[in-house]
């Protein structure tokens, strides 16, 4: 099959890796690396904050919030969970889902969690929004750049 449009994000366990011209997701979801790159330095597993249509390969595990928790309050809860002491593997480090399940969590009260996803809703939808800005920014320079540097556009009268 040959890719025409590579318009969508193609993400593996620990990075954005390409672009393709499908997609298998299309909302707001947490990526979890499953196997290669799965924690820091520190022992947090690697995350990845997605959003929109995109592919995600199979070394990452998708995930989406439940029991009141919605994928921006998952991923502030598993940014602060140590996971190392579940990661298997001696030659490439793994998170199984079976070991992922068994990370203990204390569920706020259905009241208190809607409050603060209330309150965090807003915050990221400023960063997706910033996000998407900056991909808008980077392709304009990456228009523009090189028409400036070969002197295709001349700014020569363009008084600062």
Known sequence: MKM???IYPYYGAASLMDYVDEYIFDG???LLGEDGTVVDDAGYPILQYVWGKFW??????????????????LMLLFRKTPVK??????????ISQANLKSI????PPE???AAFNDNIDALF????NNEEQNKELSKLRDTLLPKLLSGE???SDIRL
């Open 85 to 94: 002491s579940i990661v298997t593997g001696a030659v490439q480090p793994k």
């Open 56 to 73: 995600v390969n199979n070394h990452a595990h998708i995930l989406t919030g439940k029991l009141g928790f919605n994928v921006e309050s």
């Open 153 to 155: 556009i001349d700014v």
């Open 111 to 113: 009241e208190e969690l």
């Open 28 to 30: 707001k979801y947490l």
């Open 125 to 128: 939808a400023l960063i997706r």
């Open 104 to 107: 203990p969590v204390v569920i």
């Open 4 to 6: 025409e449009k590579k």
